[in-house]
């Protein structure tokens, strides 16, 4: 009985909030559907859900949906009398979902409550929302928008998981995937710099990119410098976020796997994003780098993607290779080798052999140094091979400041 009360307190609850803004928005008398009618909709739903009777369902569906369209045609009609515009169908749409809201909630109540959130919302930031399509959005930035959906709901899904080849080594849906990572990455960056100016833009990009992967981001910015040359400080500081984002989930994966690892590489890498935070602050400050929005000439630079999906995919085969010869008897060269591209993933294959015991832990420390360094190896070779100008050797300093302060820590430590 209590979960029944507490089903229809959320659905009722909803109801008036909905209502409550449409009742708002409109001049009263103007609307069939008010806030009264919102909540006994939502709560009709819940009755529908918890009667669970096809047939009875079915006829409450239909009433509630009948309902909803005689408040359309009702307030189509007053409108023409009044002559005072046009009729839209915003109203009657929130009161379908209401009413689809409260049906959801005996179900799943956290997320009726949620998609309520997000309805209410879309319908409070009604000029916002309008202003931003008609004035803010241009046609390229949407046809770019478009493409990258369409690419990444409707053809990554769908390519083989498995090799093509007898080695294992060439997989479409990883090299699909790949290009997906770097595209949106990239779109991403467009719109950061596009809405938030180009030094919080491109840090953020840089921080949240790396959290996604930090070689999709060192293989963008040095696109985005060469479009922008006035980029290049806060391209730098993008760049030294990207590896903080990175550094930070190294800690997490050390954490999860193993606290004696964690507490070995704690102060090094803590020292490391400090030192790597202090460069940025000192970068974005930079009088040169005025706080301005910079339009970029392509959301989705097709050519460059492919350019980089094939630079970055062949790495990725040829360190396959090399793993392929050498096994994974070698484990210091497994694991510089799989942090060229992917830190954690090497951080954390070494973490779980510590684990199972199969090396020792003097083993797993020096493993993760060698993967630390070969992450920043990669980083060094990305730069200076796609661009090389004073980006490349900014970010190339800031990366010698970080790993010599990370190194001097650690060696005082074990000393």
């Known amino acids: 009985m209590l979960s029944y009360l507490h089903w229809f307190f959320i659905s009722c609850f909803i109801g008036l909030l909905i209502g409550i803004e449409r009742e708002r928005r409109h001049p009263q008398g103007t609307q069939a559907l008010g806030v009264r009618t919102f909540a006994l909709l939502a709560v009709l739903g819940t009755f529908s859900a918890i009667i669970d009777k096809l047939a009875v369902s079915t006829a409450i569906t239909l009433f509630a949906f009948l309902a909803i369209l005689l408040g359309y045609l009702r307030t189509t009609r007053r409108v023409k009398e009044k002559g005072t515009g046009t009729a839209g169908l915003t109203t009657e749409i929130s009161a379908a979902i209401v009413y689809c809201l409260g049906y959801l909630t005996p179900e799943m109540p956290l997320l009726a409550a949620v998609l309520a959130g997000g309805v209410l919302l879309i319908l409070i930031e009604r000029k916002r929302i309008h202003y931003f399509s008609r004035d803010i959005l241009t046609r390229k930035e949407i046809e770019s928008a478009v493409v990258l959906m369409i690419y990444v709901v409707g053809v990554v899904p769908f390519l083989p998981v498995k090799a093509i080849d007898p080695w294992g080594l060439i997989n479409l849906h990883f090299f699909g995937l790949l290009m997906a990572v770097i595209a949106s990455i990239q779109f991403i960056g467009y719109v950061a710099i596009r809405i938030l100016g180009e030094k919080l833009g491109l840090v953020l990009f840089g921080f949240f990119g790396g959290l996604a992967s930090s070689t999709a981001v060192f293989v963008n910015l040095p696109r985005i410098v060469k479009k922008n040359i006035k980029l290049t400080w806060a391209a730098t500081a993008a760049a030294l976020a990207a590896v903080c984002a990175k550094l930070i989930v190294l800690l ?58 094939i630079f970055v995919g062949g790495m990725f085969t040829l360190v396959a290779i090399l793993k392929l010869y050498v096994g994974n008897k070698g484990v210091n060269i497994v694991s510089f080798l799989g942090a060229l591209f992917e830190l954690h993933g090497s951080v954390l294959a070494v973490a779980m052999l510590y684990l199972s015991g ?16 070969g992450s920043f190896f990669s980083k060094y070779v990305l730069i200076w091979i796609l661009e090389r100008n004073r980006f490349a050797l900014l970010t190339s300093i800031g990366l010698t400041l970080m790993l010599l302060g990370g190194g001097a820590i650690y060696y005082v430590a074990i000393i």
Do not use: Y
Not at 269 to 285: E, G, H, K, N, T
């Open 252 to 309: 997490f994966v050390l954490f999860a796997t193993s606290l004696t690892l964690f507490k070995v590489f704690l102060p090094p890498v803590v020292l490391m994003l400090a030192i790597a935070v202090c460069l940025i602050l000192f970068l974005i400050s930079r009088e040169g780098d005025k706080s301005k929005v910079v339009k970029l000439p392509n959301p989705l630079d097709i050519k460059s993607i492919l350019k980089l999906t």
């Open 358 to 373: 199969k090396i020792q832990s003097s083993e797993a420390v020096a493993a993760i140094n060698l993967a630390v360094f």
